[in-house]
């Protein structure tokens, strides 16, 4: 893997969607923050830079710039929205306050061609493009000339050929700029010259080469969850270095309706990797006996599965590494410049804290990979789309899915509701078009007929939402005749469920899990 491109970042809220754009292509890419180390830049040895936007302005002082070095490079550097502005500043150019902001959806007319363009847009088109921008440049460096005006942009689309410097006063890593892709194609091709041949089959065995070097004879020890990224983690590494790991997994009895069994089924049978099978269930439930706060209950799983992770892992003998399923998104939210204090929605459980506990190492195979790049590494690796392919699933599982106290009675209750609503949804055909599917169980009694009888049994909610990332996330609109076929399945197979709801809350304001 010789082609690379690195991708500083300014702040902005999509820098990440220019990191898939590049992946897409074929190219491989990361992304610093702006102020990264100039040697480490240098030993990076990027084929080109690209600097993102951001939320300052560069008409003040304090604003960030780019490190001195990214000009001197000899590589090509291609600024988008702020970073267009900073290497407008940085070279000579000026950058001012505008009246005339833009923001959404515009349309920028070309008015020369370059090689951003090549193939793509052509001189005297009108073309849509995505906006976001105060400021805007007045004044160009010397060398670069406009090759594309919007209404609020004189300078929209700058080029110095010479030195392959480009600028875009636009967002082409949005959808909302229908060719922008592709102008970053021509970025990362024809002007850095990158053959994009990045594949996940690469990547295999770039990987499995790298952790046989890490870890040596060593002896790794993985958490696995049965969830998308600790399978993926776990047969990558198998592969590497076989019987030295060994994956516990912790059910903790809160898991869907024959998931356990289909996990170890996997594992151990189709891929032949040593597993530790701990049923924990009766330890978990009995700690979440009369609780119902969701935060004591997301720390009580969690503060349970590293106790029994330890001492699962302490009857091995221990080990030198830990693997944990890290992905690229957690590692670059951990590295950005934009940190600061955030107000807890809920936490997270994984096995953070393990590797301090535990003086481990830490092996990270996924680290560099995005959430769908793990499942075609996934697919690569043969394991059954079942895993693969499956929606998003909480560490605490079906605990926060219950609001109010946890019993087993409750989750057996759940997991057959669960169970309905996706095969519904398999049967529809719509279950990979839903980033998640679930059903929670209210904690409301209400009456209901059923023959001649009254009933008095409990409410569920069916939850299905789309979604990029999971950081936002839209309501999926199910016709009613699948509401209905499910409703009716539910109250007719589920003795206890009387009434179903269909939840309708986007987030935000709501998040996708109830707890």
């Not at 053959?195 to 890490?214: K, L, P, S, V």
């Not at 195979?365 to 697919?379: I, M, N, S, T, Y």
């Not at 605990?399 to 609503?421: H, S």
Request: proline letters at 5%.
């Amino acid at each position: 893997m010789t082609d690379r491109i690195l991708i500083l970042d300014f702040g902005s809220q999509v820098t990440q969607l220019i990191a898939r754009r590049v992946r897409e292509s074929g190219v491989y890419c990361e992304i610093w923050p702006f102020n990264a180390d100039p040697q480490r830049i240098a030993d990076f040895a990027p084929r080109g830079i690209i600097l993102s936007g951001g939320p300052a302005s560069v008409t003040e002082g304090a604003s960030p710039r780019a490190p001195e070095l990214v000009f001197a490079l000899g590589v090509p550097v291609l600024g988008i929205c702020y970073g267009e502005q900073t290497m407008v500043a940085q070279l000579g150019g000026e950058v001012r306050t505008s009246d005339h902001r833009e923001f959404g959806r515009a349309f920028l007319d070309v008015t020369g061609d370059c090689a951003l363009f090549h193939g793509v847009w052509q001189q005297g088109a009108r073309e849509q493009v995505w906006m976001s921008h105060g400021d805007r440049v007045t004044r160009l460096p010397d060398g670069f000339r406009v090759v594309g005006v919007s209404e609020g942009a004189p300078y929209a689309a700058i080029a110095d050929d010479h030195r392959r410097f480009y600028g875009v006063q636009f967002h082409p890593e949005v959808v909302h700029t229908p060719h922008g892709a592709a102008l970053l194609r021509n970025f990362t091709h024809a002007v850095c010259g990158c053959r994009g041949d990045w594949t996940m089959a690469n990547f295999r065995a770039a990987e499995i080469a790298r952790i046989r070097h890490q870890v040596g004879e060593g002896r790794v020890i993985c958490g696995l969850s049965g969830g998308v990224d600790s399978s993926v983690a776990a047969v990558l590494i198998h592969e590497a270095i076989g019987d030295q790991l060994t994956c516990i997994f912790v059910d903790h009895g809160l898991l869907r309706a024959g998931e356990a069994e289909q996990v170890v089924a996997t594992f151990r049978d189709r891929f032949n990797i040593r597993l530790v099978h701990r049923d924990a269930s009766e330890l978990f439930l009995g700690a979440l006996a009369g609780v119902t706060d969701p935060e004591v209950k997301r720390k009580t799983i969690g503060r349970l599965f590293v106790e029994v992770f330890e001492q699962e892992a302490g009857k091995l003998g221990g080990a030198e590494f830990l693997a944990q399923g890290t992905l690229y998104p957690d590692v670059i939210e951990s590295v950005s410049f934009t940190g600061g204090p955030s107000v807890t929605i809920k936490s997270h459980h994984n096995v953070g804290g393990l590797p301090e506990r535990m003086n481990m190492r830490l092996v990270e195979p996924l680290r560099e990979l995005f959430k769908d790049e793990v499942r075609a590494l996934g697919r690569e690796l043969g394991i059954p789309e079942a895993i693969v392919g499956r929606h998003p699933f909480p560490g605490p599982g079906l605990a926060i899915r219950i609001p109010g106290e946890v019993t087993r009675e409750k989750v057996a209750l759940l997991q057959k509701v669960d169970a309905i609503f996706l095969e519904e949804i398999r049967a529809a055909g719509l279950y990979d078009a839903i980033w998640q599917a679930f059903a929670v169980l209210l904690p409301v009694r209400t009456v209901g007929v059923m023959g001649d009888g009254r009933t008095y049994d409990q409410a569920c909610a069916l939850r299905a939402v789309t979604s990029t990332d999971g950081m936002t996330a839209d309501v999926y609109p199910f016709d009613m005749g699948f509401l209905l076929r499910t409703a009716n399945r539910i109250v007719n197979e589920v003795r206890g469920i009387n009434r179903v709801t269909y939840d309708i809350t986007s987030k935000p304001p709501g998040t996708i899990e109830w707890e």
